[in-house]
């Protein structure tokens, strides 16, 4: 299994999610999950908000289209992109 799947013509991406890291960045695959850092902290739901922030710039599109599916209290997290044709070449190394 893969850190990622199409779905219905979706992306849905399994990540493992490192809070309060020195800086934002995706760092490789971790237990089959794609594992980024990001710098806020995991209280009040503001680590998910920032993830979306972060994964909508590195991967290019509205923050609208990134959904949190599961994994909202935990480093675990399934999120679903819409919009997307292909991979995005961000990824594709840890392919």
């Keep these: 299994m893969s850190f990622f799947v199409w779905q219905d013509?979706?992306?849905?991406?399994r990540c493992l999610i490192q809070p309060k890291a020195s800086r934002d960045e995706i760092t490789g695959v971790q237990d089959e999950r794609l594992k980024i850092r990001i710098t806020a902290p995991p209280v009040d739901g503001k680590a998910n908000t920032h993830l979306v922030r972060y994964l909508s710039g590195v991967l290019d599109v509205p923050r609208t289209r990134i959904e949190l599916l599961n994994g909202d209290t935990g480093k675990r997290k399934t999120?679903?992109?819409t919009g997307l044709k292909t991979l995005p070449g961000i990824l594709e190394p840890f392919t």
């Design 9 to 13: 013509g979706a992306l849905v991406l």
């Design 79 to 81: 999120l679903r992109i």
